[in-house]
């Protein structure tokens, strides 16, 4: 069945440090893919997403791109602020006929950015 | 914007209760979703929804039941409380085909 796995957490970083959580998938057919956030107390909000291979996705200046050769969706930001400070899921969900709107997630990696 | 309201932020109940957890969204999506989540494990599908009336079981059932009386309301529902059912509680919507899910802000319930 269709699976998402992420890097272990939590994920320490300094503020302008370069970030990268990496982020696989197995999938049959053509999925599409998310990163979701999740800051302290909150629900999840959606970060950015793409919907076919070679797609980018960004916002809030975090980028992943859509690898369908390495079934990957790494999500990166060249410079890090304490307010990213949160848990980030990677997802999937179907495509075609079997889009039911159903999302597969990753385990979530924290990230804590520190002064 | 799109709002997803959980009745509850935190909750507490015995072992054995029965307990409702309730979900409100105010844009008229069809599908709507309970997932819960645990460290470690990221989110898993308990149920979903794609109409009023229509429930599909997802990834991890056992335990729990649903409730789609209105398009705009979905209850879980704990028929029997239990210690491992303490965790975290999220509900979701989306428009049909959407790619788009909105989550409410959760409800951490403890059994004790």
């Known amino acids: 069945g269709n699976s998402v796995t992420q890097m272990e957490g939590p994920v320490t970083l300094s503020e302008e440090a370069f970030l990268t959580i990496n982020c696989t998938y197995t999938?049959?057919?053509?999925?599409?893919l998310f990163w979701y956030v999740q800051y302290p107390g909150e629900g999840l909000q959606l970060l950015l997403k793409?919907?076919?291979?070679?797609d980018k996705g960004s916002n809030k200046g975090f980028e992943a791109t859509y690898r369908k050769e390495t079934t990957s969706f790494h999500l990166e930001k060249g410079s890090v602020q304490v307010s990213d400070s949160a848990v980030y899921f990677c997802?999937?969900?179907?495509?075609?006929?079997?889009?039911?709107?159903?999302?597969?997630f990753g385990q979530g990696t924290t990230l804590q950015v520190k002064p | 914007d799109v709002k997803v309201t959980q009745s509850s932020r935190y909750l507490v109940k015995r072992t054995g209760e029965k307990v409702f957890l309730e979900c409100v969204q105010d844009?008229?999506?069809?599908?709507m979703f309970w997932y819960r989540q645990d460290p470690g494990l990221g989110l898993r599908l308990i149920y979903f929804?794609?109409?009023?009336?229509?429930?599909e079981k997802g990834d991890i059932p056992e335990g729990y039941s649903v409730s789609r009386e209105k398009k705009e309301r979905f209850s879980l529902i704990l028929e029997s409380a239990s210690t491992n059912q303490t965790s975290m509680y999220l509900c979701?919507?989306?428009?049909?085909?959407?790619?788009?899910?909105?989550f409410g802000q959760g409800t951490r319930l403890t059994v004790v």
């Open positions: 979701a919507s989306s428009k049909q085909v959407s790619v788009k899910a909105f």
């Open positions: 929804s794609y109409d009023v009336k229509m429930k």
């Open positions: 793409a919907t076919k291979a070679d």
């Open positions: 844009m008229d999506h069809e599908n």
């Open positions: 997802a999937l969900s179907g495509s075609g006929s079997s889009n039911t709107g159903k999302l597969i």
């Open positions: 999938a049959t057919g053509y999925p599409s």
